[in-house]
C-alpha cells in the first residue's frame, strides 16, 4: 500500500491551499454562513476555471478524467478553508452517479458540470433522515407523477439539476430532473452550521421515461459507487478541518502566556494536543486506505470506507470540541476561524451517513 | 465539572437527532424547538468561563488531595 501523494496531487493541494487563502478567507465563509440564501456563484465560476468541478469527470464530457485520490487530496483543503457549497453533492456524488449513468441526458449535464454552469443536487433523505434504501420510500413511477417530498435537500436554490431516489416497484429508482421542472417546491431550512438546506416537495411532478437515471434494477449499481465516493469526500474535508484545528491550537499553547507560562508548556494541554494529533492523523489515514482499497478493488473496501466515516466524524468532533477546550475564550468569539471549523466537521460528519449508520454496515461487513 | 457532563449529554443529544440536530429554533423541521442545537453551541463556553476544567482538576489535586503543586512560571 503506497499512500504517498503523486507530484500532481502534491501541486493540487499548494494550489488550492493558495487559491482558498485568498479568496475563501475564513471571513467570506462567516458572511456566507449568516445569509440564509447564500451562495458564492463568483467562487463556484472560479472553481470552474480551475477545473474542480470537472476532476471527476472523464475528458470527453469535458473534464479532466482525475481519480477519486485526487479528488480526496483538494477535499483535504476545502475542508481547512471551510468551503461552503454544493461541492460534495455535485462534483463528488453527482458527477460518479452520471459517469456510471451513462446516457444522452447524463452526458449533457456532465458537460455542463465540468464548464460549472450546471450544478446538481441530491434529493435523498426523507422523515427518518437515514441515507439506507428501505428510508427512501419515495413512490417512483416513469412514465408518473410524483408526489411527495425530500428533507435536507442541499443548495437547492443554487443548482440547476436534482437527483432524486426514492422506491419503484421494482426496487430502488433514480430520476434526473431539472430543477425547474414545474410542481417541485424548495423550503429553506435553517441550520446552524451555514450549509444551505432545503424540504423539497413534489406536487403532482410529470415523470416521464427518460426521467430514469438507471434502468430498474440498477439504481444501487450507479448511487452505490457515488454515495461511497460522497463519504470518502467527506471524510478528507473533516480531515483537513480537523488538521487546521490542530494547527491553531497547537500554535496558541506555544504563544498563549498563562501564569508566567505557555499553555503549552502544561502536561494537561499538551496531552490534550497529542490526543488531537491521534485523533488528526486516524481520521486521515482510515481514509486514504479506504481510497486505496476501492481503487485496488478489494472486497473490503465497502467496510474500509464505512470505518474510514464512522472513525472521522468521531475523531473530527473531537478535535473540534477539544479545540474549544485548549484556545479558551479566544476560540469562542465569532472572529476566530473555529467554530466555522467545528460546523464544517458536524456538517460532514453526518451528510453520507453519520457513524451510527457506517457502524452498522461495518458491523454486517464483518458478520455481525 | 458538571459543564462536562453538559458537554456530553448534549453531544449525544446532537447524534441522536442525526440530520436535524443542526436546525436552529424557528426552521421547519427543528425538533424540540431547536434547543439541544442552541444548548449545543454554548456548552463549549462553560467549561472555560469561570476557570477552565483545567484549573478545576489543579485546584481538586493540590486542595483538596494534597498533591504537590506544579512548579511556577519562570
Redesign the interface.
Known amino acids: 500500500m503506497d499512500l504517498a501523494f503523486s507530484p500532481a496531487q502534491t501541486l493540487l493541494q499548494q494550489s488550492a491551499r493558495t487559491f482558498l487563502l485568498q479568496r475563501c478567507p475564513p471571513e467570506r465563509v462567516q458572511e456566507l454562513a449568516l445569509d440564509r440564501r447564500g451562495f458564492a456563484a463568483d467562487l463556484w465560476k472560479e472553481i470552474a476555471a480551475l477545473g474542480w468541478p470537472g476532476l471527476l469527470i472523464a475528458p470527453e464530457h469535458g473534464g479532466s478524467g482525475a481519480s477519486l485520490a485526487d479528488a480526496l487530496a483538494l477535499m483535504e483543503e476545502l475542508g481547512r478553508a471551510c468551503f461552503p457549497g454544493p461541492f460534495v453533492p455535485s462534483a463528488v456524488v453527482a458527477a460518479t452517479a452520471l459517469g456510471l449513468a451513462g446516457g444522452r441526458r447524463a452526458h449533457g449535464l456532465l458537460a455542463g458540470l465540468a464548464t460549472g454552469s450546471r450544478i446538481c443536487t441530491l434529493a435523498l433523505l426523507e422523515g427518518p433522515g437515514r441515507l439506507a434504501p428501505e428510508a427512501m420510500t419515495l413512490p417512483i413511477a416513469a412514465p408518473g407523477r410524483l408526489t411527495g417530498r425530500k428533507l435536507f435537500v442541499p443548495d437547492a436554490h443554487a443548482a440547476t439539476d436534482l437527483i432524486v431516489v426514492g422506491h419503484a416497484s421494482a426496487g430502488p429508482a433514480v430520476l434526473l430532473l431539472p430543477m425547474g421542472r414545474p410542481g417541485i417546491i424548495a423550503r429553506p431550512l435553517d441550520s446552524m452550521t451555514g450549509d444551505k438546506l432545503f424540504e423539497l416537495s413534489f406536487a403532482d411532478v410529470e415523470i416521464g421515461p427518460d426521467d430514469l437515471l438507471a434502468q430498474p434494477g440498477r439504481a444501487w449499481a450507479v448511487l452505490g459507487p457515488a454515495l461511497r465516493a460522497g463519504a470518502l469526500a467527506r471524510c478528507a474535508e473533516m480531515a483537513g478541518a480537523a488538521q487546521r484545528v490542530l494547527e491553531l491550537c497547537v500554535e496558541h499553547a506555544r504563544v498563549r502566556v498563562q501564569g508566567g507560562r505557555p499553555i503549552g508548556s502544561h502536561q494537561a494541554i499538551q496531552h490534550a494536543c497529542a490526543d488531537l494529533y491521534r485523533d488528526v492523523e486516524s481520521a486521515r489515514w482510515l481514509t486514504w486506505e479506504a481510497e486505496w482499497a476501492l481503487a485496488s478493488g478489494r472486497p473490503d473496501a465497502d467496510a474500509t470506507v464505512a470505518a474510514a466515516k464512522a472513525h472521522g466524524a468521531e475523531a473530527a468532533l473531537r478535535v473540534a470540541r477539544r479545540g474549544h477546550q485548549i484556545m479558551g475564550a479566544i476560540g469562542y468569539s465569532e472572529e476566530h476561524p473555529l467554530h466555522l471549523l467545528h460546523k464544517r466537521i458536524l456538517a460532514a460528519s453526518q451528510d453520507m451517513g453519520d457513524a451510527a449508520l457506517h457502524l452498522e454496515t461495518l458491523a454486517r461487513a464483518i458478520g455481525l | 465539572m458538571a459543564d462536562e457532563l453538559g ?1 456530553r449529554v448534549l ?1 449525544l443529544g ?2 441522536l437527532l ?7 429554533a ?5 425538533r424540540l424547538r431547536g434547543e439541544i ?1 442552541h444548548q449545543y ?1 454554548t456548552a ?2 462553560h ?3 469561570g476557570g ?3 484549573i478545576q ?2 485546584t481538586i489535586a493540590v486542595r483538596a488531595l494534597g498533591l504537590p503543586a ?1 512548579p ?3
Open positions: 458537554q453531544s446532537m447524534e442525526g440530520p436535524y440536530a443542526a436546525l436552529r424557528g426552521s421547519p423541521e427543528a442545537e453551541q463549549w463556553g467549561t472555560l468561563a477552565t476544567s483545567e482538576r489543579t506544579e511556577r512560571g519562570r
